[in-house]
């Protein structure tokens, strides 16, 4: 029996029990509203969070997306390709040593205040533990089986496809489980640094009103929808690949 929700929910309510005594030590609620007034400001403003909470899961959806498929692409270019990976992996390590926040501005600049420079940051954040995941899996098969394969007159692309994918869908799994739990990073980031909507436009702005309850409104719909989507993935994945262990 999963007890994930359960667990998830005692979490919950410890964190809310946590918030409330805090707001009891005399914290002014301009810097730490109390549980109640966050839960009047989401219920107060459900049509104005529900429309710019829509554009944010849509640019983590679709940056979750060409973030996995890139990164896919990269693992198994770098395996087929050795010669290929002494240039693709620098590459890849270099776009994570950049701050994100560096990028930003940078992106935004580029491709405008649009839905292309959050999708673009999404990308960089998810692309690189799905390569990373999968590449060493692909990588990290055992000789036995790649012997036993070439025994029985295997090509190189049959014995990728029958050997090292089946073996590193694990790994792979591991990496997708992340990238769904650091997708809205890259987003959230990009509508800080500048968009017209978005949870992140959201929270800008309501923390320049000092609307502090709106704000932790945004937080509590954007950590509800990376809790989902996590879930989510996480549901598709045992299902895809049941047979590999726990």
């Not at 998810?126 to 089986?145: A, C, E, K, N, W």
């Amino acid at each position: 029996m999963n007890r994930f929700p359960l667990r998830g929910a005692i979490v919950f309510c410890g964190l809310l029990l946590v918030w409330q005594l805090l707001t009891l030590t005399g914290i002014p609620a301009f810097l730490l509203p109390s549980p109640a007034a966050a839960a009047a400001a989401l219920w107060n403003n459900r049509g104005y969070l529900a429309e710019h909470g829509l554009i944010t899961l849509s640019e983590i959806l679709t940056g979750l997306l060409l973030g996995s498929l890139l990164g896919v692409a990269l693992a198994l270019a770098m395996i087929l390709y050795p010669r290929l990976q002494r240039w693709l992996m620098p590459l890849v390590l270099t776009s994570q040593a950049i701050p994100v926040f560096a990028l930003a501005p940078l992106l935004v600049l580029w491709l405008g205040f649009g839905m292309s420079a959050k999708v673009a940051m999404a990308v960089l954040v998810i692309f690189f533990p799905v390569t990373s995941s999968f590449f060493d899996g692909l990588r990290r098969v055992s000789g036995d089986y790649l012997d036993l394969a070439r025994t029985m007159g295997a090509s190189r692309l049959a014995q990728l496809r029958h050997v090292r994918l089946m073996a590193a869908l694990p790994t792979l799994g591991s990496g997708l489980r992340m990238a769904a739990a650091v997708a809205p990073i890259g987003a959230i980031i990009g509508e800080w640094v500048g968009s017209s909507g978005g949870l992140g436009y959201v929270m800008i702005n309501a923390n320049a009103r000092l609307q502090t309850d709106v704000c932790f409104a945004a937080l509590f719909i954007l950590v509800l929808m990376t809790v989902l989507l996590w879930l989510a993935a996480d549901a598709l994945l045992n299902r895809l690949i049941a047979w590999s262990p726990e």
